[in-house]
């Protein structure tokens, strides 16, 4: 297989296979045999030997791995002889379990490789003026004959066929036709490009312009082909006829001017799975595996088995990488129901209206709160949404069907929401539409954003099409119940609704310092008895519309997590609300490696069983609080090296009665990095803080593997009083009309090693050598009214925006300093500094906030040509001298192979081979280049056979330089080095996802999954 499957082992029992092989995520694919395994340990032997090699493809036996005895040899492999041709110009396919590959003249024959042991493939030949005389099915290991006819030619026999059968193995069938000695072609610039004699690709030309060329590193096969024109066909397209399902509308491409373009196949991997240069398209070949629908068997369900990559792709080729938003709100409008903003920077919106009317709050409703979504955010969004079942592209109900999802808005970079300042998105289904905030796509966290996509779309779901009774049903699997004793009529409410607005909204999102009134109460008046049925904890914190959001976020993008925690609901949402269709997760199977644990910890910490908690401090002194946290366990102590239901992190929230908060992180008392059942947190309140009781909303317990308890306010106890007579309420004030920035002269500056070492006097590095750099910077500053004092470190935080709507703000802390002009209490000031690889042109403040010592937080936020906000101070920064970045860096994606320099890899080695126990060294591997800043963040994630991921940082040499150290423009090998703990999860793990960002900000993410859909019959 190209993928590897890191689903359980039998979650696809493709009848056409068979399934052997243990428990989760035990086996590299539902359909390989255990003897294909290779270092996987999570077999029916636990104690067998771990490192049988792969002996690769090999002609020879057939694969007896299941019976007894020693393992036989993995048969891979399958030769084709041809009878009745000639070699030339001919290309022969295998199609079988959802894969698609092309076969290379190896001698007097046609060699397969890397197939998948035990598949019966279909085989086929293409070759001009030849007919295939019948279908040929053969699994690995043996010849295969393929019998071929010369069909007369128009030019010496006078005479034209061409034949189409359905060969009953694929959808695509045989095709032949008669040799066209003078071939239909097609000039392009100038340049005559010949179109393959398939009938496909005669309506690609035909419909799309697209012109099949076979100069890349693989044919075009008639597969290929009708999987391009059949997922073309599914995209609405403004010279298309509307109604796809009618297949035999063509299309007229000379309605909207289509251009012709030239389409390659390439073997190698393709950044995005598609790359455009000089009207040449080259596609990843891998992109075409699941593209057609294969018919399987799924837990005793027949249904089609496919993939929405190849569709994913096309649609960033059709919108011009995102940025052609009227094509991109064309096919939201035609395929979900839902419309977009279509301006850019600048200029009349297309939804003024819609803002004036809809919007929830008064002072949304100006267009200048609003903004279009950057290229990459609504490819996002919209291969999110294709992945979703066809039922629910588009989401109508209410009354005469007209309520349901029609909107998708994005606000303005750098600001907030103002009921819910730290929620990255939130769904109104009351007003129909979605809201995306700035920080829902400016993170690293790749999944997070698509989860967060479907996340919003399932409260339309909640609403308009799941039954009272289902959500009875769903309430039941994890005990919801209303802490204020009401009955099953709050089942109905909208969420987020302006007469609810006490609830915040984070989806789990990190601590954000300019949150402002996150309300203790935040579960709607619910709360769940259960503590580990969940898939996240925002998902056991809220309420059961939250916790169904998120559920099935995780089914469609990780499936494995959902059925590992919550099996019940997997099946729920699978049955109940998707109608069969199941998800499966593949990471790129060069990307994965294998854990060995003869012992794995599958426990979920143990439930709170006592907490202490002590508060030291008189009336005027700042409060010392030390917290202990003591759970469950089996046995009467906990051991440091043997503690399988203890716990090395707990995290709180802890709230006063006016919302102020402080987190709170506990560990081990026997030490961060142990485990234990006895966790321990110390902190220090000031004198000021809120006076009364505080408390938190959850308590999150986590062990080394990622094996989480949530604990609500309701499953223990917890009584925690401040002694504060001299309380200090009142937030810190912006002064209207204060804010002030400022662009410095060009300064000169020597830098050793990537860093600053000394200003120098002059503003340019005329005569002063290599080691002189010139930068600017970029200062806001505003006045603050506190009453009595302010947070001692980084109280004062801003964001700066670029005029363009596709960069991201930056975000910048600073400092406060008191009485600076004698008749105000203070000055905040933020400062960014700016290289000659910033971009030109305006840049400006959207968002200030203010910190006092006492945790009270308030911000402010400002708009050009709003009518209730102040209009930001503005700069122009002039780089044309300079070197302006705006590419991110690239990474080079090659699978590491026999002479590839430049590549990627992962491997994992057990630190204990002879007795493992999952403690394994994961050593990372890429090549990355930047076209002129240079490298700076990398971040990437390991997800586990439980589903459960691993963030890491990548950290190097230049991660947290100001310049980048070195040649920024050659390419560049990079290391990244982990240890999984002890106890990991036993069998395949893998890197899903990374992402780079370069010293001006540019981030580019790479995604090494793909989403394979079962759907049932």
Request: aromatic residues 8%.
């Amino acid at each position: 297989m190209d993928y590897l499957k890191i689903a359980g082992a039998c979650l696809l029992a493709l009848s056409i296979a068979g399934c052997k092989g243990g428990g989760s995520g035990g086996s590299d694919s539902p359909s390989t045999p255990q003897s294909e395994q290779g270092n996987n340990p999570n077999s029916s032997a636990p104690d067998s030997t771990p490192n049988t090699p792969d002996p690769g493809p090999t002609d020879s036996g057939a694969d007896n791995s299941s019976g007894s005895g020693p393992a036989q040899p993995v048969v891979r492999s399958l030769t084709v002889n041809l009878n009745g041709l000639t070699p030339e110009d001919t290309t022969v396919t295998a199609s079988g379990n959802g894969e698609l590959h092309t076969a290379t003249l190896q001698g007097d024959a046609y060699g397969f490789s890397n197939l998948t042991p035990n598949i019966e493939y279909s085989l086929k030949v293409q070759a001009p003026g030849y007919k295939q005389l019948s279908s040929v099915q053969s699994k690995p290991g043996g010849v295969a004959s393929l019998n071929v006819e010369e069909q007369p030619s128009p030019d010496v026999d006078g005479k034209f066929t061409y034949t189409w059968k359905d060969d009953g193995q694929t959808v695509s069938g045989l095709e032949y036709a008669s040799k066209v000695n003078k071939p239909v072609t097609v000039d392009i610039e100038g340049v005559e490009r010949k179109i393959p004699n398939i009938a496909a690709a005669q309506m690609l030309y035909r419909d799309y312009r697209v012109v099949l060329n076979n100069t890349g590193s693989l044919q075009w096969t008639q597969a290929h082909a009708y999987r391009l024109l059949e997922t073309l066909r599914q995209i609405p397209q403004k010279h298309c006829s509307l109604d796809q399902s009618v297949l035999g509308l063509s299309c007229k491409p000379d309605r909207n001017n289509i251009k012709k373009t030239v389409w390659k196949l390439s073997s190698s991997p393709v950044t995005n799975d598609i790359e455009t240069s000089n009207g040449t398209v080259t596609l990843d070949a891998k992109a075409f595996t699941y593209a057609e629908p294969k018919i399987a068997t799924v837990d005793g369900r027949r249904g089609r088995y496919f993939s929405k990559r190849l569709h994913h792709a096309l649609i960033r080729q059709m919108t011009d990488g995102g940025q052609n938003l009227a094509k991109a709100n064309y096919i939201l409008e035609k395929r979900f129901g839902v419309t977009i903003d279509t301006r850019k920077n600048t200029g009349h919106s297309n939804l003024n209206s819609v803002y004036n009317n809809i919007a929830v709050t008064s002072e949304d409703r100006d267009a200048s709160a609003w903004q279009s979504f950057t290229p990459e955010e609504i490819l996002l969004i919209i291969n999110q949404f294709e992945e979703l079942p066809s039922g629910m592209h588009i989401i109508r109900g209410g009354a005469n069907n007209k309520q349901g999802l029609k909107y998708l808005f994005r606000r303005a970079n750098g600001h907030d929401h103002p009921l819910y300042p730290d929620a990255p998105a939130v769904a109104w289904p009351g007003a129909g539409y979605i809201e995306f905030m700035e920080k829902a796509f400016k993170g690293s966290n790749l999944e997070h954003m698509q989860r967060l996509v479907l996340h919003e779309k399932t409260h339309f779901l909640w609403h308009y099409n799941v039954s009272k009774q289902q959500k009875l049903k769903w309430l039941a699997f994890s005990e919801w119940y209303r802490v204020d004793g009401a009955e099953d009529g709050h089942l109905n409410d909208l969420p987020y609704s302006t007469e609810n607005s006490g609830a915040s909204h984070t989806h789990g999102s990190s601590y954000n310092p300019d949150n402002q009134n996150i309300n203790v109460e935040a579960s709607d008046g619910w709360s769940a008895r259960k503590t580990t049925n969940f898939v996240s904890g925002y998902a056991q914190l809220k309420n059961p519309n939250e916790d169904l959001a998120e559920s099935v976020s995780y089914f469609l993008m990780n499936p494995d997590k959902l059925r590992s925690r919550a099996p019940a609901k997997y099946e729920f949402i699978r049955d109940s609300l998707m109608a069969g269709v199941m998800y499966l997760q593949e990471i790129r199977d060069d990307l994965t490696f294998e854990v060995l644990n003869l012992h794995p910890d599958y426990i979920y910490p143990g439930k709170i069983k006592e907490v202490n908690i002590d508060v030291v401090g008189e009336a005027q002194d700042n409060k010392r609080v030390t917290i202990d946290l003591k759970l469950h366990t089996t046995k009467s102590s906990c051991k440091k090296d043997s503690c399988l239901e203890g716990a090395s992190l707990a995290f709180t929230r802890i709230f006063s009665e006016i919302d102020t908060f402080k987190d709170i992180y506990f560990y081990p008392v026997s030490g961060r990095g142990s485990q234990s059942d006895h966790l321990r947190a110390t902190f220090t309140l000031p004198d000021t803080a809120k006076n009364g009781w505080w408390a938190p909303a959850q308590i999150t317990i986590t062990d080394p593997l990622g094996n989480e308890r949530y604990q609500r306010s309701t499953d223990y106890g917890w009584q925690m009083f401040i002694n504060n007579p001299d309380e200090d309420i009142t937030p810190p004030e912006y002064i209207n009309d204060s804010l002030t920035l400022s662009l410095s002269d060009s300064k000169a500056i020597t830098v050793a090693n990537g860093r600053k070492t000394a200003d120098l006097n002059t503003d340019n590095c005329s005569g002063q050598g290599s080691s002189c750099r010139v930068i600017r910077t970029i200062t806001a500053r505003w006045d603050v009214d506190e009453d009595v004092a302010m947070k001692d470190s980084n109280a004062c935080f801003s964001r700066f925006a670029h005029q363009s709507y596709s960069n991201y703000s930056m975000d910048e802390y600073g400092e406060f300093q008191k009485n600076v002009q004698g008749i105000i209490d203070g000055q905040c000031q933020t400062q960014v500094t700016a290289t000659e690889y910033y971009q030109s042109g305006e840049y400006r403040v959207a968002h200030v906030s203010m910190q006092d010592r006492a945790l009270n937080r308030k911000s402010s936020q400002f708009s050009d040509n709003h009518p209730d906000r102040e209009a930001s101070p503005k700069v122009s920064l002039d780089n044309s001298g300079g070197n302006p970045d705006n590419q991110p860096p690239e990474m080079n994606i090659q699978p590491c192979a026999d002479g590839v320099d430049r590549c990627i890899s992962i491997k994992g080695t057990p630190t204990n081979p002879s007795k493992p126990d999952g403690e394994t060294n994961v050593v990372l591997s890429y090549w990355v280049r930047d076209d002129k800043s240079g490298l700076g963040t990398v971040s990437y994630n390991l997800r586990d056979p439980q589903g459960v991921n691993h963030f890491y940082y990548a950290s190097h040499d230049n991660t947290h330089t100001l310049f980048f150290n070195g040649e920024p423009t050659a390419w560049k090998k990079y290391t990244a080095t982990e240890t999984l703990p002890k106890g990991s999860a036993p069998g395949t793990w893998g890197l899903t996802e990374m992402t780079l960002y370069d010293k001006a900000g540019n981030k580019k993410s790479y995604d090494f999954t793909e989403t394979v859909i079962f759907e049932a019959l």
